[in-house]
């Protein structure tokens, strides 16, 4: 999009064209403010780019308050209360963009995600905003109600600043601290921050017996102490990931055992007892890759010291119910995760009790905001993280226009 206005001087600046960014300026601009984007990576929205598989997985109609972690828990309620997928879903409906439901609530563009990104630039675009990508920020200041922007294009000037720069999931993507550091030099608190909705790794056995069936997956119910989410697991090179996994990271720390109870939706038990019972003369590993890829079957029986060839006629119930039993709770202990590399979203960051939980303006600055993953609000995976950014930019957007 080329620069709208070359004036230094603008109602508002955001900075970040990413999904929260560059909503929080159309609506900025649709109150009749004079807005400017500003970002250093040389594409917008990369990240709505590549999310859900190209497909854009961009809101969950089950979006609740419960499903977002923060050290506030009752902080995003209001702007997700007053922006909702339903609200989202109209815009769509108007730009002409169809959409479907997948599994949990989660909703995809029939379309690809190309078309959320021009969607964006084009609400943008109807409102007079100017965008400016490969602009380096430089410094920012505040002065006399006003913010200024130092960047390689030189500098701006606002009353309004809006950080939308994200957080440190997917470096390679042009991920940064600088909403981090900009919070704390205008004296706000950060959450500490990790790696969240990312794989699992492994070392010693764990490592070798998981990586020796990587591409398997299988349906399990993840537990920590705090949360537990039935769906589905990959194995791995590198240790575990799949739904379920990537859900429970964001409630596990460091040193944490993960309980894996596999097959959660099939009582094993009775499946291996009735399995004994109607065909006696069938092996061990037979009856398991009835429930299990042969992979992981083989698995299962190595690591519990079932010789395969056993029939079931010589094995005892005691054996079959100590199997069902390791097989309901299987704890595994993470050596870590994947990282900033792959994780889909960073969990903390601002502490929200230093913003407005109606406009996610600062307490301590006037004129100052912070909205989407930068904030410490982080969702559950299938789409809340895009309705956390649509809703906290709205949030702003209006907040802005008093």
């Not at 109807?126 to 913010?147: C, M, N, P, Q, Y």
Request: proline content about 4%; aromatic content about 8%; some cysteine.
């Amino acid at each position: 999009m080329p620069d709208a206005r070359p004036s230094s001087h603008h109602d508002a600046i955001v900075l970040g064209a990413g999904a929260a960014g560059l909503f929080c300026a159309s609506r900025m601009g649709q109150t009749g403010l004079n807005v400017l984007v500003i970002d250093h990576a040389a594409k917008p929205a990369e990240k709505v780019r590549i999310s859900g598989g190209g497909r854009c997985n961009f809101t969950n109609i089950h979006t609740a308050p419960d499903r977002f972690i923060s050290e506030n828990p009752h902080f995003a309620k209001s702007a997700l209360a007053r922006y909702t997928p339903g609200d989202f879903l109209a815009l769509l409906t108007r730009h002409g963009i169809t959409w479907h439901e997948k599994t949990l609530g989660q909703l995809f563009c029939d379309q690809k995600s190309g078309a959320i990104i021009k969607m964006l630039l084009g609400e943008l675009e109807a409102v007079g905003g100017e965008l400016r990508l490969g602009t380096e920020i430089k410094s920012i200041a505040h002065a006399d109600g006003l913010f200024t922007v130092e960047t390689s294009a030189g500098a701006f000037n606002a009353p309004k600043l809006v950080v939308a720069t994200g957080g440190l999931s997917i470096p390679k993507m042009g991920a940064s601290g600088l909403a981090y550091d900009l919070a704390r030099q205008f004296g706000h608190d950060i959450i500490p921050t990790r790696a969240a909705l990312v794989p699992f790794v492994f070392t010693g056995a764990d490592h070798e017996d998981f990586a020796s069936i990587s591409g398997v997956a299988c349906d399990v119910r993840a537990t920590t102490d705090s949360a537990a989410f039935d769906e589905a697991m990959l194995f791995t090179h590198r240790g575990l990931s799949g739904p379920a996994i990537l859900q429970i990271s964001s409630y596990w720390s460091p040193g944490q055992p993960v309980t894996l109870r596999l097959l959660p939706g099939t009582d094993i038990r009775e499946t291996l007892k009735a399995a004994k019972r109607d065909r006696p003369m069938q092996t061990l590993v037979a009856a398991l890759e009835g429930l299990f890829a042969k992979r992981l079957a083989d698995l299962i029986l190595q690591r519990t010291n079932h010789p395969p060839t056993t029939r079931l006629a010589d094995t005892s119930h005691i054996t079959l119910d100590a199997l069902a039993t390791t097989l309901a709770a299987w704890v595994v202990r993470p050596a870590g995760t994947e990282g900033w590399r792959t994780a889909e979203v960073t969990a903390g960051g601002i502490d929200t009790s230093g913003l407005s939980s109606k406009t996610m303006e600062s307490r301590k600055v006037a004129g100052l905001y912070f909205i989407g993953e930068c904030v410490d609000v982080t969702g559950w995976l299938g789409g809340y993280n895009f309705q956390w950014a649509w809703a906290s930019a709205a949030a702003a957007a209006a907040g802005a226009a008093v």
